[in-house]
């Protein structure tokens, strides 16, 4: 079967980055064909045209169509994996409320034409920031879509995370696993060590604890920031990457044996309050992510998921009062 995937924000540095990725069968395999929806603002359809016509230069076998449009209720029809990249960033002066309502007006509708027009088994991922509180909003504006189909992107702070500990044990990534990032894809974030094994110990006992609080915690969590500083630009192609990984292990499954992180609606697992799009210890089976149970969260733990979970509580809080969910 062919399966249709909607990339918004197409025409944007992790747009390019993506669709092409998409295409070559990376996503969801190379025995799966992909038909490309591309959404865009009006201003950007005619970039989104050109990367089309790249695509196409590619013959990529497994691309069976490209779309392009400006109307979600176009873009999303018949989708079955929306990849909500497409955002409204920051920009000087802009307090967070502002920034959070700019984001309602996008992912408000968006979230209501995945409802009406999406296929029966769409997965969404949002990318666009802040995107956990993003995908709340186009969760709450598909009512009949299960709620746990909207995720948020954690797995490039998770990739972050894998990195910087490989590199200060000398190890490759491969040795490193059951990896968590916990709470917001923000500064807040917590990547939990106690939990992670690198050769099958446990990571937390392999450095030394002020490297692991001063150093290890502050370069993952701001990792997001010193890429923008150093390339004068947001991440895109590892952003791509991680989307990637994401989609990728919710359709296939998660390897035996490890975990990965996504933000995922709370069932109320660790004290994270039901319903908030938080990230987790995550395994994907037959289809679905499931949080991991039964991890022992010591204080310095606790302090630091609680202080993220707090910041999500803000964030809904906010955009709750705002009236955009
Ligand atoms: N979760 C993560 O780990 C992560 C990592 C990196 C970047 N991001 C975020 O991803 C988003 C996109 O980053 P980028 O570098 O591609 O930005 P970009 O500015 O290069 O591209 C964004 C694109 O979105 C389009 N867009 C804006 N509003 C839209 C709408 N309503 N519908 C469809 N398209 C719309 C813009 O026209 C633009 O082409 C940003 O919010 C960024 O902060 C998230
Ligand atoms: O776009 C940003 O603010 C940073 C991005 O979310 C990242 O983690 O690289």
């Given at each position: 079967?062919?399966?249709?995937?909607?990339?918004?924000?197409a025409?944007?540095?992790?747009?390019?980055?993506l669709?092409?990725r998409?295409a070559?069968?990376?996503?969801l395999?190379a025995?799966?064909p992909?038909?490309?929806?591309?959404?865009?603002i009006?201003?950007?359809?005619?970039?989104?045209e050109?990367t089309a016509?790249e695509l196409?230069?590619?013959a990529?076998p497994?691309l069976?169509?490209?779309e392009i449009?400006?109307?979600p209720?176009?873009?999303f029809?018949?989708a079955?994996v929306a990849?909500?990249?497409?955002?409204?960033?920051?920009?000087k002066?802009?307090e967070r409320?502002?920034?959070?309502e700019?984001n309602g007006?996008?992912?408000?509708?968006?979230g209501?034409a995945?409802?009406?027009?999406?296929?029966d088994d769409?997965?969404?991922?949002?990318?666009?920031?802040?995107?956990?509180?993003?995908?709340?909003i186009?969760q709450?504006?598909a009512?009949?879509?299960?709620?746990?189909r909207?995720?948020?992107?954690?797995?490039?702070?998770?990739?972050r995370?894998?990195?910087?500990?490989?590199?200060k044990l000398?190890?490759?990534?491969?040795e490193i696993?059951?990896?968590t990032i916990w709470?917001n894809h923000?500064?807040t974030?917590?990547?939990?060590?106690?939990?992670?094994?690198a050769g099958g110990?446990?990571a937390?006992?392999?450095v030394e604890?002020?490297?692991l609080?001063d150093?290890f915690?502050?370069t993952?969590?701001?990792?997001?920031a010193?890429?923008i500083?150093a390339r004068?630009?947001?991440?895109?192609?590892?952003?791509?990457?991680?989307?990637i990984?994401h989609v990728r292990d919710?359709v296939?499954?998660?390897?035996?044996?490890?975990w990965?992180?996504?933000?995922?609606?709370?069932?109320?697992s660790y004290?994270?309050p039901?319903?908030?799009?938080?990230?987790?210890?995550v395994?994907s089976?037959?289809g679905?992510?499931?949080i991991v149970?039964?991890?022992?969260?010591d204080?310095?733990?606790?302090?630091?998921i609680?202080?993220s979970v707090?910041?999500?509580v803000e964030e809904?809080?906010?955009?709750?009062a705002l009236?955009l969910?």
């Open positions: 079967m062919t399966v249709k995937v909607t990339v918004t924000g025409a944007g540095q992790i747009g390019y980055a669709l092409f998409v070559s069968g990376q996503l395999g025995d799966t992909v038909k490309l929806s591309l959404l865009e009006p201003q950007a359809v005619k970039a989104a050109g016509m196409d230069d590619c990529f497994l069976r169509g490209i449009s400006d109307d209720a176009k873009a029809d018949g079955n990849l909500l990249v497409g955002a409204r960033p920051r920009t002066g802009m409320g502002d920034l959070l700019a007006g996008i992912f408000g509708p968006q209501k995945i409802n009406e027009h999406a296929a769409i997965r969404v991922l949002v990318v666009g920031n802040p995107a956990n509180t993003n995908a709340l186009a709450s504006a009512p009949d879509v299960p709620g746990e909207f995720t948020a992107m954690t797995r490039l702070d998770h990739n995370a894998l990195s910087q500990l490989a590199g000398n190890v490759p990534v491969t696993k059951k990896m709470g923000s500064a974030q917590y990547p939990d060590l106690f939990h992670a094994e110990k446990i937390a006992e392999q604890q002020e490297w609080r150093t915690i502050p993952v969590a701001k990792r997001g010193a890429i500083e004068g630009a947001s991440s895109a192609a590892s952003a791509a990457n991680a989307a990984d919710w296939n499954g998660t390897p035996e044996g490890d990965t992180s996504a933000a995922i609606p709370s069932d109320g004290g994270v039901e319903g908030l799009i938080s990230s987790f210890p395994v089976r037959n679905r992510w499931e149970q039964g991890l022992e969260i204080a310095f733990s606790r302090e630091r609680d202080a707090n910041e999500l809904r809080d906010a955009v709750r009236g969910i």
